[in-house]
């Protein structure tokens, strides 16, 4: 069977290091790797709409800045099909069919659907005419999921890299997958989800500490931000709150600026920079027992994080200097992903027996039957 990945991410903002560490440093991987036949990333626009009904502009800016994100880190169009997902409108008629598969109490009880709609203020039970935050759910929205399943089944999708918090979404791919083989015969392929290995990847925190670095939350170093911006933001960072003085021992759980240094420092950073530790480990023992300033640390993570941008700042700056390729690449992309999802679709249509122009079973069939019904009504 071809291993076939396929994955993606909303056009609501620019990609930053969560987005990096939790799945786009692995799909460069990935791509690299050749044990991939085919590899598609998607510039979700149209989930983006979902919850953007009301700033389609937002979604329509954002599309060039995560292709210039992902061109930037290193996916290469020569080797990954990028493309935007409204120029695929079979996902749409995929979605469709899905939906008969999928009730409202399990979309209701989808974890990620459930927070999202806490946390958009999305309320039940909605009056008409209120204009406060209470406006109900978008039908849209609450189907997304299934609307994902389009996209990962399309593409006959073998492996879905993506973070932690979308595995309710893959979970739910599966059961469509498995009701849809079970009533029409044998047709999706089942996907596999592949998580970031290393916790600190899994759900980077913001740079104030809070759980996880999101745009809403302004706690974010994006991938084209300058080396100023990030200097900036590392020295601004949460540490341990109670490692006042230099001499005081100090806690690495739970700070921020350690669990960067988790999911981006390598061995050989240490040697380049700070030669009197050998790996992070007795980094952090020292941290712990006292003598370690802050700062100190600081500078490191700086060094290590403007290492890591540069080639990526290099080539954002050589593509948004030829911003007509770009879409040109995004077009190509485009048109390769529909054929994919145009094979599937024919493959749906055929197990659910709507292809009827192509049914000559079927057509021959009825033509039989009537003409031993008009037969039988003739001997009468
Ligand atoms: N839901 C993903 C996100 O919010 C984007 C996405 C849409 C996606 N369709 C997908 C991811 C299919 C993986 C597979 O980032």
């Keep these: 069977m071809e291993k076939i990945i396929l994955t993606g991410d909303r056009p609501t903002g620019r990609l930053h290091l969560g987005h990096f560490v939790g799945s786009l440093?692995?799909?460069?991987?990935?791509?690299?790797?050749?044990?991939?036949?085919?590899?598609?990333?998607?510039?979700?626009?149209?989930?983006?709409?979902?919850?953007?009904?009301?700033?389609?502009?937002?979604?329509?800016?954002?599309?060039?800045?995560?292709?210039?994100?992902?061109?930037?880190?290193?996916?290469?169009?020569?080797?990954?099909?990028?493309?935007?997902?409204?120029?695929?409108?079979e996902l749409c008629e995929l979605a469709f069919y899905y939906m008969n598969l999928v009730t409202v109490q399990r979309l209701q009880r989808n974890p990620t659907v459930k927070a999202e709609i806490q946390m958009r203020g999305f309320a039940e039970g909605a009056v008409e005419g209120d204009t406060t935050q209470r406006q109900g759910i978008p039908v849209g929205f609450f189907t997304y999921p299934i609307s994902q399943a389009s996209d990962i089944t399309a593409f006959r999708a073998t492996t879905v890299p993506v973070g932690e918090d979308q595995e309710p979404m893959i979970e739910q791919t599966r059961e469509i997958v498995h009701k849809f083989n079970s009533v029409y015969g044998p047709t999706l392929t089942m996907p596999e989800i592949l998580l970031p290995d290393n916790a600190a990847c899994l759900r980077l925190p913001g740079t104030d500490g809070k759980a996880k670095m999101s745009k809403s939350l302004g706690n974010c170093?994006?991938?084209?931000?300058?080396?100023?911006?990030?200097?900036?933001?590392?020295?601004?960072?949460?540490?341990?709150?109670?490692?006042?003085?230099?001499?005081?021992?100090?806690?690495?759980?739970?700070?921020?600026?350690?669990?960067?240094?988790?999911?981006?420092?390598?061995?050989?950073?240490?040697?380049?920079?700070?030669?009197?530790?050998?790996?992070?480990?007795?980094?952090k023992d020292h941290y712990r027992r006292g003598g370690l300033g802050d700062v100190k640390v600081k500078r490191l993570l700086i060094a290590i994080l403007n290492e890591t941008l540069d080639p990526i700042r290099e080539r954002r700056h050589a593509y948004e200097a030829r911003i007509g390729e770009v879409y040109d690449i995004l077009r190509e992309g485009s048109i390769k992903a529909r054929a994919a999802a145009a094979a599937t679709l024919a493959d749906v249509r055929r197990a659910m027996k709507i292809d009827y122009f192509d049914d000559r079973e079927l057509i021959d069939a009825q033509a039989a039957h009537f003409a031993q019904n008009a037969q039988n009504a003739q001997k009468k």
Aim: net charge negative; charged share 30%.
């Design 25 to 89: 440093r692995r799909r460069v991987e990935l791509q690299n790797s050749g044990l991939y036949d085919r590899i598609f990333i998607m510039i979700a626009d149209a989930q983006a709409l979902t919850d953007n009904a009301d700033n389609p502009e937002k979604v329509r800016q954002n599309i060039i800045e995560v292709a210039l994100d992902y061109l930037s880190v290193g996916l290469d169009p020569a080797k990954s099909t990028l493309f935007i997902q409204s120029q695929v409108p």
């Design 221 to 283: 170093i994006y991938l084209s931000d300058t080396a100023e911006e990030v200097r900036k933001k590392v020295m601004g960072m949460y540490t341990d709150p109670d490692h006042l003085r230099v001499e005081d021992p100090g806690k690495v759980e739970g700070n921020t600026v350690f669990t960067y240094l988790d999911a981006f420092s390598r061995p050989e950073h240490f040697a380049k920079y700070l030669p009197e530790y050998a790996s992070l480990d007795e980094m």
